[in-house]
């Protein structure tokens, strides 16, 4: 080989790991920068094609939330709302009625967890707040197998609140409007208190143990 045919290679060779080297420094700055992103926002998915864009919270500012029930109806959205204020959330669900699709926009998020788990076994977590959603709803559905409903209903919430007092958690409870029957009064003002039936099937309705959160 000749001396300049060698400096050609040679110079062909630099120039050859400089481009390697800036398009490994631009695939970092792309992976950086994907990360970023993801940390902000929902990803779209065929169930939720809508981005939900995130609030980066201080420390001091975001909570450790629980959101048990959080992949049904109510639950995902409330899930919705305290990822976009920045908080972060897990979810606890055994998906009897629940869907993943409900939140799997939020799978990838740092922010999020998402644990399969009946409520009506314990569960050791460290967490700030808690909402309590996990119960079957609707009739057909808590009314499908009525022990189990009372065992979620009791046992679910006694382990909910035995875990909020071990951590110092607040907690909300939620009820149901099936706990008040069919009402006789459209629409029912804050005076009216039900027309509830202590014998028919909705005595085994979810939040009759409501009771519980008051002990
Ligand atoms: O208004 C109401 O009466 C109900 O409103 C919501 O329920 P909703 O979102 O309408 O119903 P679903 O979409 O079925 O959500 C319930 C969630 O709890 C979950 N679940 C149910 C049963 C169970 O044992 N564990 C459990 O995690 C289901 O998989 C589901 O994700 C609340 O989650 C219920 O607690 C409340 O009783």
């Given amino acids: 080989m000749s001396a300049d045919s060698s400096h050609i290679k040679r110079s062909l060779s630099s120039n ?28 779209p998915t065929p169930h939720t094609p809508h981005v939900i864009q995130t609030t980066r ?5 975001r909570k450790k939330i629980l959101v048990t029930g959080g992949a049904g109806f109510v639950g995902s959205h409330l899930v919705d709302l305290l990822m976009s204020q920045g908080h972060e959330v897990v979810v ?50 808590y009314q499908y197998n009525p022990v ?3 065992k979620t209903s009791t046992m679910g919430t006694i382990n909910m609140l035995g875990l909020a007092k071990r951590v110092k958690a607040r907690i909300l409870l939620a009820s149901t409007s099936e706990i008040y029957g069919d009402p006789t009064v459209h629409p029912q003002p804050e005076s009216y208190w039900g027309n509830v039936n202590t014998i028919g099937p909705r005595v085994r ?11």
Avoid at 206 to 211: E, I, L
């Fill in 16 to 43: 050859g790991a400089d481009d390697d080297k800036d398009s490994k420094k631009a695939r970092v700055e792309r992976f950086v920068a994907d990360q970023q992103l993801l940390c902000s926002q929902s990803i």
């Fill in 57 to 61: 919270l201080p420390d001091a500012l």
């Fill in 92 to 141: 606890l669900d055994n998906f009897f009625t629940g869907r993943k699709a409900n939140v799997e926009h939020w799978l990838h998020h740092p922010n999020f967890s998402l644990v399969r788990h009946d409520v009506t076994q314990p569960i050791l977590l460290e967490v700030d707040q808690i909402y309590h959603l996990a119960c079957p709803a609707s009739p057909p559905h």
């Fill in 148 to 150: 189990k409903t009372i």
């Fill in 205 to 215: 309705s979810p939040a009759n143990f409501d009771f519980f959160s008051l002990l």
